[in-house]
């Protein structure tokens, strides 16, 4: 399993989309750009502003799981934590 922590503390952290394509190529051991468009399996831009901070900055608690490229992808955030994304081969 390969888990991704999105940190705030970075000026511009990477979106929960590419912290997944770049997951999911080092799980493959391939280039980002070979991967099939994550689009075929979620909306990209709403899986970003599910996770994006509150208008007040607080962050958004959630946990959403699908499945790309034969990984189970789970992205999970609580109030205590960053956005931290995992990626199991599925079985």
Same mark, same amino acid.
Request: proline fraction near 7%; aromatic fraction near 8%.
């Given at each position: 399993m390969i888990v991704h922590t999105l940190s705030e503390d970075r000026p511009a952290p990477p979106s929960v989309t590419e912290t997944i394509v770049d997951a999911v190529s080092e799980a493959e051991d391939c280039d980002p750009l070979t991967l099939p468009p994550l689009w075929n %399996?979620? /909306? =990209? #831009?709403?899986? /970003? +502003?599910?996770? #994006?901070?509150? &208008?007040?900055? #607080? =962050? &958004? $608690?959630? &946990? *959403? !799981?699908? %499945?790309? *490229?034969?990984? @189970?992808? $789970? %992205? /999970? !955030?609580? +109030? @205590? +934590?960053?956005? +931290?994304?995992s990626v199991e081969p599925v079985a």
């Open positions: %399996v979620i /909306d =990209p #831009e709403a899986l /970003d +502003a599910l996770f #994006e901070p509150t &208008r007040g900055g #607080e =962050p &958004r $608690t959630g &946990r *959403v !799981s699908f %499945v790309y *490229v034969g990984y @189970e992808i $789970t %992205v /999970d !955030s609580t +109030a @205590e +934590a960053a956005v +931290a994304v």
